[in-house]
């Protein structure tokens, strides 16, 4: 059995579990949630490459499932990056939108022109845009505190270089 943690995790979220869902995405994971509630739809998400994550008792014993104990969100974070060995994962933080789980665009200064307020056109660098529901994220404090969190927790260091494929 092959214990290296592949490039591309891909997590299904049960319904309960968004804000981890989110806390994943900030980290650059593949994190969708779906509805764990039918047990038989477990091994087909398995086969497909899925990780479920749930934390219904009930699916404590299934094979290929991330049980989760913790109630907080952070907490869950924590649990998980330690269950899967996460830490050995270079994930790409602040590559994903947190609402739609779809990989942000980079784009220019310009581009943002608008569609943030003032002070961030003035001050961020590094936009980057989701193409499903177009929202704008930037480097700035928020990003900031969620990094110091997240460095807290493991040994991951920002990537301050910004990628410029322009989109697919
Ligand atoms: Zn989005």
Known sequence: MSSEPGPEKLFALDVMLGKLAKWLRVLGFDARVKNLSDPGDVPLLVSSGF?????????MQTRGVVFIENDRAFAQLKEIISKLGLYKSSPRMFSRCTVCNAALNAISKEDAFGGVPDFVFET????????????????GTHRKRMLERIESITEWKQETEGRNDGGE
């Open 51 to 59: 990780i479920p994550v749930t934390r219904r008792e009930k699916l």
């Open 124 to 139: 961020a660098t590094d936009f980057r845009k989701c193409p499903e529901c177009s929202r704008i994220y930037w480097a």
